[in-house]
């Protein structure tokens, strides 16, 4: 029961404003050597203050539709005219080394992913209530009608496919959440079908003990 | 999300001398308040000790058959001419007042309860490695091979149908081998399947926070 399993693939997502990225954030600084986090590709322009290979991958239209012939991307998806995917090396290089790999990305990209990959575990980042989402959404109450609605819009859309999630995280207090993501991973590993081989290799050798058994009550 | 759940049926079972009993009697004491443990009825005698209700319900053959015509177990069984079985009405009591049943059952009856409630979450607990269960069966070299032998064939047929459990509960210290159950029934509840209403429910505030929020723009 011992030997290194394959690492777990975890994909989060979540509403928008429900803590999400600060989930993720405090995880990989509590457990920084029990997981890797997943850095995507895109063509959007990079924004003030980030860098490539942090945040993102920049890559130009060009290259990232290479990385797409090449089969290089676990997934993609092109919004507002930018492309946005999920290089493959990486993930499948840290799962094999047992390390598990977090993904951070949108509800449409992680349903694409589990049909690839069904052993993936899907969690989905909510605020407790709609109130407190709706309260996040309208703001201080001075944003446009349309700045709210299109917000609207979005979390509706964010949560379309909500019911193919393995685990809903209820982001009350965040140190509790990322307590629970971590627990939520952890105990992933301790899944029967995770361990199908070291059952088998425990089933054979009481098997062989009894073959050993049997022939010294023969003697 | 608040919303009270319907409590969580879970089967404990696992290789004898793994330690289940154990950490069952740990996990009742340390969290008395999130579980109830289900105690079966049985026709065997009582052993000294035993009192009825406590490890058993104690019953003859007669008032068994009567309980089994009535459709009063959930599951129930016949080893060595004697019955054991679940009662009903003490399980589905518990959990429709949002409370979490554990029963400690072997193998074929665990599956049996889950064939016919397929949400129950089935733990099994083994020794860290077949060497260590070994050790436990041979004992302290002293017993016959006629006895290790029937305790091999039994660790074999507890281990058959495993691969229809959820979670593995690998007992090596024992403290952590009852968090870690605790853990594995806290984490189910936040199990997406175990929480559509509330997804529902939250969806619908915000389709109808958005068609008020589009009166708002007409107007």
Redesign the interface.
């Known amino acids: 029961?011992?030997q290194k399993n394959r690492g777990i693939l975890t994909v989060v997502s979540g509403f928008s404003g429900a803590g999400k990225g600060t989930i993720m954030k405090e995880l990989m600084r509590e457990h920084a050597d029990c997981y890797a986090l997943s850095v995507s590709a895109t063509t959007r322009d990079p924004r003030p203050g980030e860098t490539d290979g942090v945040e993102y991958f920049f890559r130009t239209r060009e290259e990232f539709e290479q990385m797409i012939a090449e089969d290089a991307l676990i997934e993609y998806a092109e919004y507002v005219g930018n492309y946005y995917g999920t290089p493959r090396t990486y993930v499948e290089e840290q799962l094999s080394a047992g390390k598990d790999v977090i993904l951070e990305i949108e509800i449409q990209g992680a349903l694409k992913i589990k049909k690839k990959f069904p052993e993936t575990l899907l969690l989905?980042v909510?605020t407790?209530?709609?109130?407190e989402?709706?309260q996040r959404l309208i703001g201080r109450g001075t944003e446009s009608?349309?700045v709210?609605?299109s917000r609207?819009?979005r979390?509706?859309q964010e949560?379309d496919g909500?019911?193919?999630?393995?685990?809903?995280?209820?982001n009350d207090v965040l140190s509790e959440s990322v307590e629970?993501v971590h627990?939520?991973i952890?105990?992933e590993h301790?899944?029967?079908?995770r361990?199908?081989n070291a059952?088998h290799?425990?089933?054979s050798?009481?098997?062989d003990?009894?073959r050993h058994?049997?022939k010294?009550?023969e003697q």
């Open positions: 029961m011992t989905f909510t407790p209530s709609a109130a989402l709706k009608v349309e709210v609605e609207l819009a979390a509706v949560a909500i019911e193919a999630y393995d685990y809903l995280v209820v629970e627990q939520m952890r105990n301790r899944r029967v079908s361990n199908i059952i290799n425990m089933r050798e009481l098997e003990f009894m058994n049997e010294g009550k």
